[in-house]
């Protein structure tokens, strides 16, 4: 599928609302993750963990993620898309002020869970709701959307530290629920005006048939190795700084610049992918950029932090990539959700066990030898799966 050549104003045209839902969903699908691990050496102090829940709470996004990807097509099916959109924004308002109200590590993990479950959601609803909304401009949609997200991924990194030491801990953690209540309005109006459950051009039970094809089963592993490397580097990347020297602000600002590189691929993928049949190349060169990435941080850590940093933002090129593929590989709204709900749903599967091994073979062995041996072959078997995914097809020629 590619973009269609329209006036310059067609891409609003008659959707504004849907245009700026869309948009203010996509900026509210990451604060919970990356406003929280900057701050974990603080809240080790607070509430007094260790490791262990340092590593249960870097795991909880992508479990949370892989539990909603998952449930979130049948939830489609009975209230629709905008009302799941909605919900989605209700939890993460919700989940966001439990946790910045905690008064000890229970509430911390009940409030991330909460707000977890609404981006969890979010995840999987907003490529269909492109597909829905603008199956004429894709690629523009999908630029756009992903870079938002990515913004919103890179802004609390860079402010969480900053902010609990302005104010405090609270408030630094609670302030990203104000930009999700904001996106339940336009949610709540789309909501409003349409019905549900909607009608889908699709088998029933066509979500359950995506596990049998190497479609499904290929974009699974590419999102979930690129997710479990992601959040891997998220939960661990700031303690690895600080135990090479570094401080806990400059391992927010690594955070930061990770997440921000994630706005170059952003902003390149969806165009590419559109143009090209089989974008197999970017995730090889992905894959040798991830490599480099991994051998600077365990060989020369503080040599160059900033340029590691830069590359491991650049390695997950992958992430966008995948995200777009949904809607390229589909042919209906329908087809969308179902490749959205199994790809994110079976790859944050496998990605919630990421950040816990990375930590668990680093408090075994004191070092990041094995945790980076561990990356290193998650980042093979998402090649292997890109290879299958990368190929022109679409999932409902396998129904």
């Excluded at 030898?369 to 093979?380: E, I, Q, V």
């Amino acid at each position: 599928m590619t973009d269609t050549t329209r006036s310059p104003h067609s891409l609003l045209r008659g959707r504004v609302l849907a245009f700026v839902a869309i948009v203010l969903a996509a900026v509210n699908l990451r604060t919970a993750v990356t406003s929280l691990t900057p701050l974990l050496n603080q809240l080790e102090k607070v509430f007094n963990f260790g490791s262990t829940m340092t590593g249960v709470l870097g795991m909880m996004p992508t479990a949370a993620f892989a539990l909603f990807g998952l449930s979130t097509p049948t939830i489609t099916r009975r209230i629709g898309l905008e009302r799941t959109a909605l919900l989605a924004m209700a939890l993460a308002t919700v989940g966001l002020l439990i946790r910045a109200g905690a008064g000890n590590v229970g509430m911390l993990l009940v409030g991330s869970g909460v707000a977890l479950a609404g981006m969890g959601i979010g995840n999987v609803v907003v490529p269909p709701l492109v597909k829905r909304y603008f199956a004429d401009r894709v690629g523009t949609m999908s630029t756009l959307y992903i870079t938002v997200l990515q913004a919103g991924t890179m802004v609390p990194a860079l402010l969480a530290v900053p902010m609990a030491e302005a104010y405090d801990w609270r408030i630094s953690l609670g302030m990203w629920a104000l930009l999700s209540l904001a996106a339940m309005l336009p949610w709540l109006m789309l909501a409003r005006s349409t019905r549900a459950p909607e009608a889908h051009n699709a088998p029933v039970h066509a979500p359950g048939r995506v596990w049998r094809t190497s479609l499904g089963w290929g974009l699974a592993l590419m999102f979930g190795m690129t997710s479990l490397i992601t959040y891997s580097m998220f939960t661990w990347l700031p303690k690895m700084m600080i135990e090479a020297g570094a401080s806990p602000a400059f391992g927010g600002v690594t955070v930061a610049v990770f997440s921000a590189l994630g706005l170059v691929p952003s902003l390149l993928m969806p165009a590419l992918a559109v143009r090209l049949r089989n974008p197999f190349p970017i995730v090889a060169l992905a894959f040798a950029i991830n490599l480099t990435a991994f051998a600077g941080l365990l060989f020369a850590p503080m040599s160059a932090p900033l340029l590691w940093a830069t590359l491991l933002g650049l390695g997950p090129s992958t992430f966008p990539l995948a995200l777009t593929l949904i809607n390229l590989r589909t042919r209906t709204p329908a087809g969308s959700a179902a490749l959205s709900g199994f790809m994110q749903g079976v790859g944050y599967s496998f990605a919630c066990l990421g950040p816990l091994l990375f930590g668990w073979l680093h408090g075994r062995t004191d070092g990041w030898t094995l945790p980076f041996a561990f990356l290193t072959l998650c980042a093979m078997v998402l090649l292997t799966g890109a290879w299958f995914a990368c190929r022109p097809q679409h999932l409902e020629d396998h129904w």
